[in-house]
């Protein structure tokens, strides 16, 4: 079975919706038999047709606007007639610039799509009185001269974005009204339209005149859908994110239908198919399409593969095409609940789409797949994607401004609690996080591919601890030779959000944030639940602009119980934010109650009896979608709508933030209660935290990071730059913290570990697994070490998977393992231990070698000393697992154990053999004639050997200072080496000293 995803018209311009991108993955991971229970010759070729770029392009090019033109010229001029004077000096003017629009068209597109020649034709586009202009592009002219500056090439991506709006409303007024640039036929939001409507709609002049020709490019004329007419079997699911794809999803099926009848089965899903269509009773629907799937839909087409497979195809031979008939594979389904599915059989609607009973093995197959799965935009062209920018506000262009690879770096709201917010639906309430790493290598591999850099997250809200783990493995990504990715997303405003953590998300490529205020009161804020408060908001938004990172809020209006006292005052609040320069953009939304939001839940439940929802008119019984409810008032907050978006638009723009709100509106508006420096009483609060925070002893608890740029030594001087300032301070031991702190770099550190229990570094076919793994509050485990420059020679994992370090002693030091296995396993061999926690065990299973034999073929322990000491992993993980070795601890978390993990070394042995001594993750480096062994926070004893009696190659520079020393290869200088640096920072600095690192770039997480 071949399958095609299609994306129908019109969705964001800019870069492609990422549902195709995760259904192109998933079934790519059943072709490649990856999935239980499904056959790995179920699914041929696989492919993903972005229609609604494809109908840009039909509309938006020299052909398209020669046959708009055609087919609108008479209408426009009778039109003009009859209109008022300036719609008609408009329409007037389209039609006799014409041929300007014509011959610009491409030239304008290929500015947006950054074309070979597309800042050669900046220079003519913004000057030349011989280019196209419309009542946007001239409004934009107006709005430069009141800044009293002239128009220059760099504005040449807002005009030509504005030169498509003013075509995009000549489109609208003349030939189709339910055009939009970035949507068709919005109407159907409004959650009370019939099918009849969807079923006019499809008469639609933009449908029939241009989107029909692009359904025929893509199954007639070209090869992406050429097989279906010599095969049996084809899988067409059609993505329906918005109510405005969604006449164009039913136009498109019905194509398909006309052209391939029962050789194809069609299925369609997506965010509005999951809100609005839950309740689905409309028979007719299945004219159109065979299936309907609900919520994320890996579960719910690996049932009806599965269902397939087992009772309808028939295989001639083990290659053999599938073949079935689409009526005949419905009618034998016996009218068989699918997991998350809805069909049509006997005249009736089958169903199964809102609990899991009887369905375990679907949704638990369903949430490994999210937890795993990367978007491929591999076959995608982004060349075609224009890139709009009508704002010249840096945060609010920033969603069409770039070809964004869109992703999840979690499924679901950690939070799903906000009154407001359709928390009964499971893309908000089943909350499954995808391992960062494992996504940070996905996606720089997509990058790879693409050419785009860019990540936009798009979850509800990225967890931090993902954060944080994403933009570690984006610093040390050795893939990419020090290319990082860019990224954004939407986050909660919270106190996790502290300026270190802020910092270093900035550092890691972090470079905006969008996330909900909602109503910016306490009062506001409880009432839809919200889960923060103001002094947590400001906080979060002090932190990530003194970062450098961009902030977006959301706003609400109209909640069923807000006063206009509130509503004054959370506009006050956010003026001030404004004012404070805390904020760099918003939108208001007016509150709309949903049929699965909190609110309405709890007032099923009894709660809430001054919320009056209005039910039982003939609106609501002839509704064809529904998930938009009425309640008594909800109109009344319409007036304030014009207001709120005026003012809002001059604060983005540095205008008018002293005006008192209230003057912004046409009618009595009450005072403010909130103080003039309500939001600078807040900041002031941050930054007494802020500033007490950098006076905190460094604890082996944190996580250190150096953001700063290199120490330069000057005597007992360090000088260093950090975010564009100089900052330098007296160090008594300034080479020794200096070599610590490059260590601490961002790009040398490795110990991150993602949700999904698999580590950042992991060698080709180790698996890990901890059922600690997804606990957010965890510290970094998990770390496999491999030293990029210097593969083991004979000892094939000497260097340790986990809390390793390396220790040296002239008197036998005895190491025991937390967790069941001590050093030295050969490859193959598992080792248990009862007895292993217990610190205090006589040493086991002890790797020995004497001081007269070096250990060039030692495999996973290197241990040698004259006394025999003992060598044990931390985890159940052997000092040097041999690749593709399967671990498991269930006590893998556990900081408190005794040091763990030591490759010991005597002073009487060299061992040439280990060539990556120098560890990648939690490595301390010891050296002391008695013994002086360094205690980490995470069980990890310090001390690589290094003397003239004992070489160890790749070792160069062991410096020892208070039983610390940080050891520095000739190709990396140890990176990874948290605990030591930690406590190597704790010994080398005084306080002051402390804080002046911390001031200058010195994170702790």
């Not at 586009?125 to 009542?135: C, I, L």
Request: net charge negative.
């Amino acid at each position: 079975m071949n399958v095609t995803i299609i994306q129908p018209p019109l969705v964001q311009l800019n870069t492609p919706y990422p549902s195709g991108a995760y259904l192109k993955s998933f079934f790519q991971m059943i072709r490649d038999g990856k999935i239980e229970g499904l056959s790995q010759n179920l699914i041929g070729k696989v492919r993903w047709l972005d229609l609604s770029t494809a109908l840009f392009h039909k509309i938006f090019c020299r052909q398209g606007l020669t046959k708009l033109f055609a087919l609108t010229e008479k209408k426009a001029l009778s039109m003009a007639d009859s209109a008022d004077e300036e719609t008609s000096f408009q329409l007037r003017r389209y039609v006799s610039c014409q041929t300007l629009w014509i011959n610009w068209i491409d030239r304008i597109v290929e500015i947006l799509c950054g074309g070979n020649s597309a800042r050669e034709f900046c220079h003519e586009f913004v000057r030349s009185p011989h280019a196209p202009r419309g009542n946007r592009m001239e409004n934009f002219f107006g709005e430069l001269s009141e800044q009293g500056r002239d128009i220059t090439t760099d504005d040449a991506k807002i005009l030509a974005s504005l030169a498509l709006a003013d075509l995009a409303d000549y489109i609208t007024t003349v030939f189709d009204n339910n055009f939009r640039l970035i949507s068709y036929a919005e109407h159907l939001g409004t959650s009370t339209a019939s099918f009849d409507d969807v079923i006019k709609g499809l008469k639609s002049p933009v449908l029939n005149e241009f989107y029909k020709d692009v359904l025929q490019d893509a199954f007639e004329k070209k090869d992406a859908c050429k097989t279906v007419s010599s095969e049996l079997n084809h899988l067409f699911l059609i993505s329906v994110p918005f109510p405005g794809c969604f006449e164009a999803a039913v136009y498109t099926a019905r194509e398909i239908r006309k052209l391939y009848g029962e050789k194809a089965i069609i299925a369609t899903g997506g965010g509005y198919i999951n809100t609005e269509l839950r309740s689905l009773s409309e028979i007719r629907f299945f004219d159109y399409f065979d299936f309907i799937s609900y919520d994320m839909g890996y579960g719910s087409y690996i049932h009806l593969l599965e269902k397939f497979s087992a009772a309808h195809y028939a295989v001639a031979a083990q290659d053999a095409p599938l073949t079935y008939d689409t009526s005949a594979v419905i009618s034998t389904l016996n009218e068989t609940p699918l997991y998350k599915m809805k069909y049509r059989s006997s005249g009736k609607i089958i169903g199964q789409s809102d609990t899991t009973e009887g369905f375990q093995k679907y949704a638990e197959l369903e949430s490994k797949v999210c937890r795993i799965l990367i978007p491929d935009f591999s076959e995608i062209n982004f060349s075609k994607y224009p890139r709009l920018a009508d704002d010249t506000n840096p945060m609010h262009s920033i969603w069409n401004d770039g070809a964004w690879l869109k992703a999840y770096m979690a499924h679901g709201c950690y939070w799903h609690r906000c009154a407001f917010c359709d928390t009964q639906l499971e893309y908000v309430n089943r909350f499954c996080k995808v391992g960062a790493s494992h996504l940070c290598d996905g996606l720089t591999e997509q990058a790879q591919k693409t050419g785009v850099w860019g990540i936009h997250f798009v979850d509800e809200a990225c967890p931090p601890s993902s954060m944080i783990d994403f933009g570690i493995r984006n610093c040390r990504n050795e893939k990419t030779n020090g290319k990082k990715l860019t990224w954004w997303g939407n986050i909660r405003f919270e106190k996790t959000f502290t300026r270190d953590m802020a910092d270093f998300l900035s550092y890691s490529g972090l470079t905006a944030v969008s996330g909900g205020i909602e109503i910016a009161t306490g009062d506001g804020l409880s009432a839809v639940n919200k889960g923060t408060t103001m002094e947590n908001i400001v906080a979060a938004t002090c932190a990530f602009k003194e970062a450098g990172i961009l902030v977006h809020s959301y706003m609400i209006f109209g909640f069923y119980q807000q006063s206009e006292q509130d509503l004054i005052n959370s506009m006050e609040t956010l003026r001030q934010l404004f004012a404070a320069g805390l904020l760099d953009s918003a939108f208001w939304h007016k509150f709309t109650l949903t049929l699965h939001s909190t609110v309405y839940k709890e007032w099923q439940d009894g709660k809430h009896p001054e919320l009056k929802i209005i039910t039982g008119n003939e609106e609501s019984r002839n509704r064809f979608a529904e998930n938009d409810l009425h309640f008594a008032g909800e109109h009344k907050s319409a007036k304030y709508s014009e207001g709120l978006n005026a003012a809002l638009d001059a604060w983005m723009h540095g205008q008018n933030l002293e005006t008192n709100v209230q003057r912004w509106f046409t009618f009595y508006m009450p005072r403010p209660t909130l103080p003039k420096d309500y939001i600078d009483r807040l900041i002031e609060k941050y930054e007494a935290r802020r500033d007490a925070a950098y006076r905190e002893p460094v604890t082996n608890k944190s996580r250190l990071f150096w953001l700063g740029g290199k120490p330069v030594v000057q005597g007992e001087t360090l000088t260093w730059f950090f975010m564009g300032q100089e900052f330098s301070g007296h160090f008594t031991k300034a080479k020794e913290v200096a070599a610590v702190l490059e260590a601490l770099q961002p790009g040398f550190y490795s110990d991150e570990t993602g949700e999904d229990g698999v580590t950042g570094g992991a060698p080709q076919g180790a698996s890990h697994s901890s059922p600690h793994a997804h606990d957010d509050s965890t510290a970094p485990h998990n770390a496999v070490s491999q030293s990029a420059h210097s593969p083991s020679l004979g000892a094939h994992n000497a260097v340790m998977e986990r809390h390793v370090a390396i220790s040296q002693s002239a008197q036998s030091s005895v190491l025991v393992a937390s967790d069941s296995v001590t050093g030295g396993a050969t490859q193959g061999t598992s080792h248990s231990s009862p007895h292993a926690h217990d610190a205090s065990t006589a040493p086991h299973n002890a790797v020995s070698q004497s001081a007269q034999s070096p250990c060039p073929g030692a495999q996973n322990a290197v241990s040698q000393s004259a006394q025999s000491p003992v060598l044990a992993a931390s985890d159940g993980v052997t000092g040097g697992a041999p690749q593709g070795t399967i671990h498991s601890s269930p006590h893998a978390h556990d900081d408190s154990t005794a040091p763990h993990n030591a490759v010991s070394q005597s002073t009487q042995g060299t061992c040439p053999g280990v060539q990556n001594a120098v560890m990648e993750r939690h490595v301390a480096i010891s050296q002391s004639a008695q013994s002086s062994v360094l205690v980490a926070s995470d069980g990890v004893t310090g001390g690589a050997p290094q003397g003239a009696h004992s070489p160890c190659p790749g070792v160069q520079n062991a410096v020892m200072e208070r039983h610390v020393a940080i050891s520095q290869s000739a190709h990396s200088p140890c990176p990874g080496t948290q605990n030591a640096e930690q406590a190597a920072l704790a010994s080398l600095c005084s306080a002051k000293e402390l804080i002046r690192l911390r001031q200058g770039g010195l994170c702790c997480l």
